[in-house]
């Protein structure tokens, strides 16, 4: 199957510093990418859909400007917290599309996920 | 809007019985469905997918699931369970078959496995 790296698999950081999480699609060319919070114990809460090339599409009540993405290349997407708070603390995951006729079986691809701890 | 839910937090299974987790979604559309599988700290793996044609769906390590369009359902069913098969899975949906749309996950299901 597609592989989708995610970098780092953990960061802590200091409360006010920015952090960059990076999301490769190693095998496969990737249009779409989406960006996923996770809290402890729940579901994925979709953040944002980028396109390569565009400016990203941020799910409602997701800041923008703290949160904010980078879809440069067909195979890379980078997603900055800013100004990161303790209750940006969370577990980041990235997912990538193929091309439709790319022909995976799956629909997206997901990254490892990237535990944020803001200290 | 669409959503999904799953109404067991947690499942527990005896090993080697046959084992349901159960989905069921409500989309405007026809609905693209999808099981993942989650393990600790870990991103998600696919296990399987409903898009068109047959609704049994086979996937991957065993899985299959029923897409039941009058029930809105589409469970994740397993004949013989497996300790290694203890983890979280999520049912997803998308309306978009084109992938323009992330997907919306339910809340998932903690599947314990007992030896």
């Known amino acids: 199957g597609a592989v989708v790296s995610q970098h780092p698999s953990r960061v802590i950081c200091k409360s006010g510093t920015s952090v960059k999480i990076e999301c490769r699609s190693l095998d496969f060319q990737a249009t779409t990418m989406f960006w996923y919070r996770q809290f402890p114990k729940q579901s994925l809460m979709l953040m944002a859909t980028s396109n390569e090339g565009s400016k990203a599409t941020y799910e409602q009540g997701v800041e923008k400007d703290k949160f904010l993405i980078n879809h440069a290349s067909l195979t890379l997407s980078t997603l900055t917290v800013t100004s990161a708070h303790p209750e940006d603390s969370s577990f980041y995951i990235c997912?990538?599309?193929?091309?439709?006729?790319?022909?995976?079986?799956?629909?997206?691809?997901f990254g490892q996920g990237t535990r944020l701890t803001v200290v | 809007a669409q959503s999904v839910a799953q109404p067991e937090d947690q499942v527990n299974v005896a090993e080697g019985n046959p084992l349901t987790v159960k989905c069921t979604y409500s989309?405007?559309?026809?609905?693209?469905l999808f099981w993942y599988v989650q393990y600790p700290n870990r991103g998600l793996q696919f296990l399987l997918k409903?898009?068109?044609?047959?609704?049994l769906v086979k996937g991957s390590y065993g899985f299959e699931a029923e897409f039941n369009k009058s029930q809105t359902s589409f469970h994740l069913k397993k004949p013989s369970a497996l300790v290694s098969d203890s983890a979280l899975y999520f049912c997803a949906v998308s309306v978009s078959g084109g992938g323009a749309d992330g997907l919306t996950f339910g809340k998932g299901t903690h599947l314990i496995i007992q030896p």
């Open positions: 409903y898009i068109t044609g047959d609704n």
């Open positions: 997912s990538a599309r193929p091309l439709l006729e790319s022909g995976f079986s799956s629909w997206a691809f």
């Open positions: 989309v405007s559309g026809n609905p693209y």
